[in-house]
Each structure stands twice: as C-alpha cells, then as structure tokens.
C-alpha cells in the first residue's frame, strides 16, 4: 500500500498546517471562553476530564452540586469536546503519517497510527459515561467514566509525545534532504 491509497496519509503539505492552525484556534476558544473553560467555576473538583482517576462517587458528588445551567453547561462541554477530540485524532495521525512519509519507514511503524484512535476511543466513552453519570447521578457510570477518563490520560500522553515526535523526526529529514 502507497502512501496515496493510504487511509492514514490524508494530510499532505498545507493541509497539515491548515489542519494546526484549526485545532489550535478551537483549542484555545474550548479551554478558554468556551465551555470546557468555564467548568472550572461551577463546582469543586470540576472539570472531572482533567482528574487523573476518580470513583464513581466523586463524579456524583461533584455533579450533584451542579445547579440546571451548571448541568447545561456542563452537557454542552462534553458534547463540544467531540470536535476536539477528532481535531487532535487528525492532528496526531497527520503528523504521524509526515514522519513515516519523510523518513521512509513503513510495515511495523503504521502501528503508530492505534496511539490516536485509542485516545478517541477513549475520550469518546470518557464523555459519554460522564454525561450518563450527570444526567442519571450512578456511581457505576461515573466509576467506567473515571476508568476511561484514566485510559484516555495515558493514550493522550503516548500520542501526543509520539506526534511529535515524528513531526519533529520528518521535519528533520526534510530539511536534510533538500
């Protein structure tokens, strides 16, 4: 398989920078202005996507503080970290697939490409029990939600390095290449 007939080569030149300045903009509006920034200011121990673990009876707790428009607010940050979590998927695969493109690596690197897709899998059911456990108040929803809020801290920390990484490391052999 080319790298043109390639699932994971869609990003080529502009389009990978085009794609950065997108996620960068969003990013920046969703953690600052944006809902996602003003969680923080609802209730303690909000927002819960950025506690590294917690029970399913802190994340009732927590949301039990919450008044209706806490609630609304609080549905409408899980609801927009969807956009994000596909912006960083895209971002992460782009920059991937440069460092596999530039280096000329292929077979076994390609397995890079799960470090994305396991973050957005897990940020995905991150969101999705912690609206369960909002909406229900269940502390079995709010412990699978801490557990994949858990899982999704790794698997972003392993894709974002290794995002960089290979960005870094084509940036590297297309410089020394010319």
């Not at 080569?9 to 920034?37: D, K």
């Not at 399913?56 to 969807?82: K, S």
């Not at 920059?95 to 995905?124: E, H, T, V, Y």
Request: proline share 4%; aromatic share 16%; charged share 10%.
């Amino acid at each position: 398989m080319t790298y043109e007939n390639s699932p994971f080569h869609r990003f080529f030149g502009w389009q990978i920078i085009a794609l950065a300045i997108v996620f960068l903009a969003y990013t920046l509006w969703y953690i600052g202005p944006g809902p996602f920034g003003q969680l923080a200011d609802l209730a303690p121990g909000m927002p819960m996507q950025e506690q590294f673990f917690y029970s399913g009876q802190q994340a009732v707790d927590t949301y039990a503080g919450l008044d209706e428009a806490g609630q609304r607010t609080t549905l409408l940050a899980l609801l927009l970290d969807i956009p994000f979590m596909i912006l960083f998927w895209l971002l992460a695969e782009a920059f991937i697939a440069f460092g596999i493109r530039r280096m000329s690596l292929g077979g076994k690197w390609n397995l890079l490409f799960a470090l994305p897709i396991i973050f957005l899998l897990c940020d995905f059911g991150e969101d999705s029990f912690l609206a369960l456990t909002l909406t229900s108040g269940n502390t079995v929803l709010g412990s699978i939600a801490g557990i994949f809020t858990f899982l999704k801290m790794i698997s972003f920390s392993a894709a974002i390095l290794v995002a960089i990484g290979m960005g870094l490391a084509g940036l590297i052999a297309y410089f020394r290449g010319r």
